[in-house]
């Protein structure tokens, strides 16, 4: 299986009249994001932020649950924490995965909504090239109003919007922290024989 991490980028992201901002961390989507990380296997999870107060918040909410009272009140949330990562830049977190696996990871970027100038990839075929071992992927997901275009342009490929059973003319506002868990399980959740 190839390697997939995830990055969760606030800035620069877009707000809701697409002008570039950069967004608050949220404990819950430290918390939540880096659960679902671990109990998919993913190999890192990276908060990117350009705020030097935002990323000394995220480092000292992590170190009280991996080394502070909070690793022996609940062991299970120091596991998951590990996987959380602090960048600046996206640039940072792919620099930081070339060094672990030895080559670039692909990224693939997501969005709520279509977005022009991105190479589509479905589910079911990065699901493959990950099986496949193929090159480690980085997931983007951006916070606010959605990764800039450029930013989308930027990206090797990128995965449909999640859709409920009323497709894309249903309510489509999923939290960050509850699409990552969707796209996870369908890149790398068990596909055994359903229950």
């Known amino acids: 299986m190839g390697a997939a991490y995830a990055a969760l980028v606030h800035g620069p992201v877009r ?9 608050a961390v949220t404990g819950l989507n430290v918390h939540d994001i880096a659960r679902a990380v ?15 107060a935002q990323q000394a918040l ?4 992590v170190a009280h649950w991996r080394t502070g009272h909070g690793a022996a009140y609940n062991p299970t949330r120091k596991d998951a924490l590990d996987v959380v990562r602090v960048t600046d830049t996206l640039a940072a977190a ?9 080559r670039p990871p692909r990224l693939v970027a997501t969005s709520a909504r279509p977005a ?7 589910y079911e075929a990065l699901r493959g090239r990950l099986r496949d071992g193929a090159d480690p992927i980085l997931l983007v997901f951006g916070t606010g109003w959605g990764l800039p275009p450029e930013a989308l342009a930027a ?36 596909r055994g024989v359903e229950t």
């Open 15 to 23: 707000n809701k009249n697409g002008e570039p901002v950069t967004t």
């Open 155 to 190: 990206a090797d490929a990128l995965l449909p919007p999640i859709h409920g059973p009323q497709g894309e003319e249903g309510f489509n506002h999923l939290s960050v922290r509850a699409a990552v868990a969707v796209v996870l399980d369908r890149l790398l959740g068990d």
């Open 58 to 61: 995220v480092e000292r909410m």
């Open 94 to 102: 792919v620099a930081d995965i070339e060094a672990r696996e030895g």
């Open 38 to 52: 671990k109990t998919y296997g993913a190999s890192a999870y990276y908060l990117v932020t350009p705020l030097p």
């Open 116 to 122: 022009p100038g991105a190479e589509p990839v479905s």
